[in-house]
């Protein structure tokens, strides 16, 4: 954030909310399949009877709701979830790896950091999304067997787990959203009409991280979440002052609550913050100028903003009701508390960023496994793209004869060798699949 590290003017060390976050997730690669043979009392030669490897842990984004910050991944910013265990002999199978399960405030919007895709809005406490994808285990060699090859002496690798960039924003889950200047009043408001406590001072900038209280209205069972957002300035939409850090703290909330100083006391007009406001709102979001609003006219308490208020209201008339409250002096507060529940009640959802699903565990896109591309990058360079044929190369053991065999069976089954001929592949070409470089002809291929 722009203020982490500036100097308050009383020598404090701004605090910096954690609303932001880019880790790497690398999901667990799958276990080998084993290789083994049976060599029992009574059939030294036996056969196949190696068991398959387990499958790698995927790494899951989970919304939980008593969490308010993504401290979490200050510091550590790499996690990777647990790979399979390798299969063994007599047809065991290797363990499954532990999925691993990254906790974020509920309100979380998960991002591919590559991509800018978003993957997922986790707005409910225990919705979450699958963001990679463990690796399959390898295949144990009892599913190479058959009629005529009777003691198949190789097994599959384990395929690597999936690996991704990611990058989280917390936008905050508030109904109602306190949006003014700096000394406007707004933190000594919300500690007045909820048991919120932010920090209260007499210089800008006293509220440096948004603060959530819980409204209580009078007379019913009801309450409501209201946050008080850092002080905006003209300009906040483009980074001046604290605003571009906070703004979009506002884009979820359903009802908004300006703040405006009625006393002038610091050098601008109540209709000039108010108009400012409404740009700086506009220019970042136009949809957000056009939330359901209430305008409290603070300080009334003030033989300056009484002698303002008539004229305020004249020049707002039609747009929003005016409220004339003082937070310090308790003028006032139960008129709004109440006002803003009547206001909620008809005011639309929250805004989402991805559609909601249906389930709470959301998969990743599904892909066309049969289909393959072929390029001819340079002189002798050849590449081969598929998510089948891809898989499949990644977990050969290019060491093992008789699996770098059933991979030429599989290139011919799959119709590549057939391509590549008639596309000019030459003897001693490289072919590259995925991570998998072959040097076509040496290994049988062609």
């Given at each position: 954030m722009r203020v982490n590290g500036a100097q308050r003017s009383t020598g404090e060390t701004w605090r910096q909310m954690y609303d932001r976050?880019?880790?790497?997730?690398?999901?667990g690669a799958g276990g080998n399949g084993s290789a083994s043979l049976r060599h029992e009392k009574n059939a030294p030669k036996g056969g196949p009877?190696?068991?398959?490897?387990?499958?790698?842990?995927?790494?899951?984004?989970?919304?939980?709701?008593?969490?308010?910050?993504?401290?979490?991944?200050?510091y550590k910013r790499v996690f990777k979830a647990q790979p399979g265990g390798a299969g063994l002999k007599q047809?065991?199978?290797?363990?499954?790896?532990?999925?691993?399960?990254?906790?974020?405030?509920?309100?979380?919007?998960?991002?591919?950091?590559?991509?800018?895709?978003?993957?997922?809005?986790?707005?409910?406490?225990?919705?979450?999304?699958?963001?990679?994808?463990?690796?399959?285990?390898?295949?144990?060699?009892?599913?190479?067997?058959t009629s005529t090859y009777q003691t198949p002496r190789f097994a599959e690798r384990g395929e690597p787990g999936q690996e991704r960039r990611?990058?989280?924003?917390?936008?905050?889950?508030?109904?109602?959203?306190?949006?003014?200047?700096?000394?406007?009043?707004?933190?000594?408001?919300?500690?007045?009409?909820?048991?919120?406590?932010?920090?209260?001072?007499?210089?800008?900038f006293t509220t440096l991280e948004p603060v959530l209280g819980?409204?209580?209205?009078?007379?019913?069972?009801?309450?409501?979440?209201?946050?008080?957002?850092?002080?905006?300035?003209?300009?906040?939409?483009?980074?001046?002052?604290?605003?571009?850090?906070?703004?979009?703290?506002?884009?979820?909330?359903?009802?908004?609550?300006?703040?405006?100083?009625?006393?002038?006391?610091?050098?601008?007009?109540?209709?000039?913050?108010?108009?400012?406001?409404?740009?700086?709102l506009a220019a970042y979001q136009p949809e957000m100028a056009q939330k359901p609003a209430l305008i409290a006219f603070n300080k009334i308490d003030m033989p300056e903003a009484q002698e303002n208020l008539e004229a305020f209201r004249s020049v707002v008339?039609?747009?929003?009701?005016?409220?004339?409250?003082?937070?310090?002096?308790?003028?006032?507060?139960?008129?709004?508390?109440?006002?803003?529940?009547?206001?909620?009640?008809s005011a639309p959802p929250p805004a989402r960023f991805a559609p909601k699903q249906e389930e709470t565990v959301l998969h990743p896109h599904a892909v066309d496994n049969s289909r393959y591309a072929i390029n001819h990058e340079a002189d002798g360079m050849w590449q081969v793209t598929g998510p089948t044929i891809e898989r499949i190369a990644v977990m050969t053991d290019m060491a093992n004869d008789e699996a770098v065999r059933r991979l030429e069976r599989e290139l011919n089954r799959l119709g590549i060798t057939r391509d590549l001929e008639a596309a000019g592949i030459a003897y001693g070409d490289v072919l590259q699949i995925g991570a998998v470089e072959i040097d076509w002809g040496e290994a049988d291929l062609d």
């Open positions: 976050a880019a880790i790497q997730v690398t999901a009877d190696g068991g398959d490897g387990g499958r790698g842990g995927s790494v899951y984004v989970e919304a939980v709701g008593n969490l308010n910050t993504l401290h979490t991944f200050r047809k065991q199978h290797g363990k499954a790896g532990e999925d691993l399960v990254l906790q974020v405030p509920a309100g979380t919007v998960v991002y591919d950091a590559e991509t800018a895709e978003t993957l997922a809005d986790l707005t409910d406490h225990g919705e979450r999304v699958m963001v990679v994808r463990g690796g399959r285990g390898g295949l144990g060699n009892t599913h190479f067997r990611l990058r989280f924003e917390l936008k905050l889950l508030a109904d109602v959203a306190l949006v003014g200047f700096p000394n406007a009043g707004k933190s000594t408001l919300l500690s007045t009409i909820s048991a919120a406590t932010p920090k209260i001072g007499n210089y800008p819980v409204v209580a209205v009078p007379g019913t069972e009801d309450s409501y979440v209201v946050a008080d957002i850092p002080g905006l300035v003209e300009g906040a939409h483009e980074g001046v002052g604290l605003g571009d850090e906070f703004l979009r703290h506002i884009e979820r909330t359903r009802v908004l609550l300006y703040v405006v100083d009625g006393s002038g006391q610091e050098g601008r007009t109540a209709v000039e913050d108010y108009q400012t406001l409404r740009r700086e008339v039609g747009e929003s009701t005016v409220l004339a409250v003082s937070g310090a002096a308790r003028i006032g507060l139960e008129m709004i508390v109440l006002k803003l529940a009547e206001m909620l009640e």
